[in-house]
């Protein structure tokens, strides 16, 4: 069981993709924000994977991930990008950062095949810590 971050601002899709990784067998918390994101991961612990939309109202999903791999220990930390951003240049630009990138609207079962996937590439055993 790993600790999933979701970010989105959308009040739908973050219910959604909630719901579809806890059935799934995971820990999540689920923010409609970047600048929650952060304030969420300082406050209670490192994720072992972020599931993060690119475009939000205050800080894009890119430069979210640039943030919270800049915290000791999240340099590596696995991510997925799931955006309706389906211009070849924003796929390449969350490929760049090293992240898979869905498209909206998705497939539950591909999200969760990416998740494990990233999850089995990632060294970082899932811990408790604080979720």
Known sequence: MARILVVDDDPDVLALVSFRIRKAGHKVIAVSGGQEAL???AARG??????????????????LLQRLRAHAGLEALPAIFLSARVQPEDIEAGRALGATYLTKPFVATALLNAINASLEESSAAPTDGGW
């Open 46 to 63: 490192a994720p072992d994977l972020a599931v993060l939309d690119v475009t939000m109202p205050d800080l894009d999903g890119l430069t």
């Open 39 to 41: 304030e969420t991961v």
